[in-house]
């Protein structure tokens, strides 16, 4: 029966077949893998010589911009015979099911060029390396290699333990690190997040949906009175009120005052707490508000902001929520990004492309949504994220911005940043009327399936792409097109950057390995951007034309920085940014 090497390197191979996709040069270093191949074809003498001459080095897989890359560069691919699909799909599945990367990975689901080789040369270079070290490995599964047995020279492009912030849940925990290694703020780029499975975290997130319930309370009064259009809603909030009192339904009466009293109350003991002034408080003072009238104020706060409740004038009350309000802006970052719903983003543990996420305002379904899995909850898998209310939209509709970013050493850490990225809209018209997934999660892998809705607004490709180009065009027409390089850019780069500073003591650094990721971000409508989550294996697939253009790109210039690079310190790296080397 095979060995354990021979499964490690069977894994690799099939990958070349299937949705593993690797690259790869010669026999894995783990031990000889016997093959079995069919005699060659007669060969006349010359094309033999020209074969002969490529054998030096080899490469492996259907990534066919690496492939034809590498090939260019005097490169050989090692090829290897193909495994039963069925059980690589599920071997496939399994290691999908106990990974910890977040990667985002739809390369299974690519549409693979058949390679030309009509005279079997290059298959001909790969029967002569066969036996030879494996010296590149391009593959989409950190599992597929077992870097430890790597001997030094082999170069390969995962990085051991990325799961500490290409996770969910590692970003969450790891950014709150942050103030060991750099004087930011993450509350300034990434929204607030826990774990649901953590005791702790999960009495600290209701403590945080119940004071933002107070400061959305707040807004929705200065707003009401202001006449303020709420993005993404039918009406403006005093038009949604003047309806509502000509409706026949009724709601329980809610008394305004009490409700605005105790929202101040709870925002006046937050700032306080800021400030450390109730260092001295011990732990037996009462709360602001017990269990019930907590209960009471939510009830209330969904009749009044989610249901649109009669209620009392407000106007008496504006200037003193103003005024609060005008303290919190200034010690909470995301104070304008919370909008009035207190809509919540709940992502299970380490699952990609959007699989099993939901959006959720109320308290109970929060909850509720959490405790419906032990398992998740056993191992702290459930994370919940303030979700982005009012992001910049684009004619009307949400999206979310893809950019690469790649560590060629993490001791010292030293990062490259894409100076391209691309755009991936969402289907349908932004609205906070509804918390389904086509309007609220731009993943392509979900978005794909759907038909963009006939009110979205033309401006939109059908695709659901725009590069980057595209998007500084349409914000030169808002005359914002220099807040691209003021605001937009170097707020990702500081992200990438903290990011990878809170994991680098967690990560297993080791020389020849490189990794390319996948940041996904929000912009606020300050343009401010927001970190999402950060993908290993992010997808190569040329699904459109823009993806087409800046996936092949990406994948020539990462091999420019990894591999020219190291033979002249001076080669072009193409739209590859050194943005931060560790002194």
Not at 136 to 142: E, Q, S
Not at 246 to 260: A, G, T, W, Y
Not at 280 to 286: C, V
Not at 440 to 446: A, G, T, V
Request: charged letters at 25%.
């Amino acid at each position: 029966g095979p060995s354990k090497d021979q499964k490690v390197t069977a894994v690799v191979q099939q990958c070349n077949q299937d949705e593993g996709k690797s690259l790869q040069t010669t026999t894995p270093p783990e031990g000889k893998v016997r093959h079995s191949f069919v005699s060659p074809p007669v060969l006349n003498p010359e094309r033999l010589r020209t074969a002969k001459g490529h054998v030096d080095k080899a490469v492996k897989g259907p990534y066919p911009v690496i492939r034809a890359a590498l090939r260019a560069r005097g490169w050989v691919e090692q090829r290897m015979h193909r495994r039963n699909h069925r059980a690589h799909q599920r071997h496939s599945d399994e290691s999908r099911a106990s990974s910890n990367d977040a990667g985002d990975s739809d390369d299974d689901d690519d549409d693979v060029e058949k390679e030309q080789d009509p005279d079997g040369l290059y298959d001909l270079m790969s029967r002569l390396v066969r036996n030879e070290m494996v010296y590149f490995y391009w593959t989409n599964r950190r599992d597929a290699i077992n870097t430890n047995s790597l001997q030094k020279e082999q170069i390969t492009n995962h990085f051991a333990k990325a799961g500490t912030f290409t996770t969910k849940v590692g970003l969450c925990v790891n950014l709150r690190n942050l103030h060991w290694f750099d004087s930011a703020d993450p509350e300034t780029f990434f929204p607030r997040c826990y774990r649901l499975g953590a005791q702790d975290e999960k009495h600290a997130f209701i403590e945080d949906y119940r004071r933002t319930a107070c400061t959305s309370l707040l807004k929705y009064i200065v707003e009401r009175e202001q006449g303020v259009q709420e993005e993404g809603t039918s009406h403006n909030i005093r038009a949604v009120q003047d309806q509502r009192k000509h409706s026949k339904q009724r709601s329980r009466p809610v008394v305004l005052s009490q409700m605005i009293d105790s929202a101040l109350k709870v925002c006046q003991e937050f700032l306080e707490s800021l400030e450390h002034s109730d260092i001295d408080i011990s732990l037996e003072t009462p709360q602001t508000l017990t269990k019930e009238e907590w209960a009471e104020f939510i009830d209330s706060y969904y009749l009044v902001v989610h249901g649109g409740a009669e209620i009392e004038n407000s106007d008496h009350f504006v200037t003193c929520c103003k005024a609060m309000l005008q303290r919190l802006v200034e010690v909470s970052p995301q104070l304008d990004i919370d909008g009035i719903h207190n809509i919540w983003i709940i992502k299970p543990g380490a699952k990609s492309r959007g699989r099993g996420i939901k959006c959720a305002k109320r308290l109970d379904q929060i909850l509720q949504l959490v405790n419906g899995d032990p398992t998740l909850i056993k191992e702290s898998k459930w994370v919940v994220q303030k979700y982005l209310e009012r992001p910049l939209l684009v004619h009307g509709t949400k999206f979310d911005v893809r950019q690469w970013f790649l560590v060629t050493d993490w001791n010292p850490l030293t990062v490259w940043f894409y100076k391209k990225c691309y755009l991936r809209f969402s289907t349908q018209p932004y609205s906070l009327d509804t918390l389904d997934s086509s309007v609220h999660l731009c993943n392509n892998s979900i978005q794909k399936h759907l038909k963009p809705s006939q009110q979205r607004h033309r401006g939109i490709p059908s695709d659901n792409m725009w590069s980057d180009d595209q998007f500084r065009t349409f914000l030169s027409s808002q005359g914002r097109d220099a807040q691209w390089q003021t605001v937009v850019v170097p707020g990702m780069k500081r992200a990438v950057i903290h990011a990878l500073q809170t994991t680098q003591d967690l990560m297993e650094s080791r020389k020849n390995t490189f990794e390319l990721y996948g940041a996904d971000f929000m912009l606020g409508r300050d343009l401010r951007p927001w970190l999402i989550e950060i993908n290993a294996s992010p997808t190569m697939a040329p699904s459109t034309t823009v993806t087409a253009r800046l996936c092949a790109a990406v994948q020539e210039d990462t091999l420019r920085v990894v591999l020219d690079r190291r033979a002249d310190r001076t080669a072009n790296t193409g739209d590859f940014q050194l943005i931060y080397r560790q002194v």
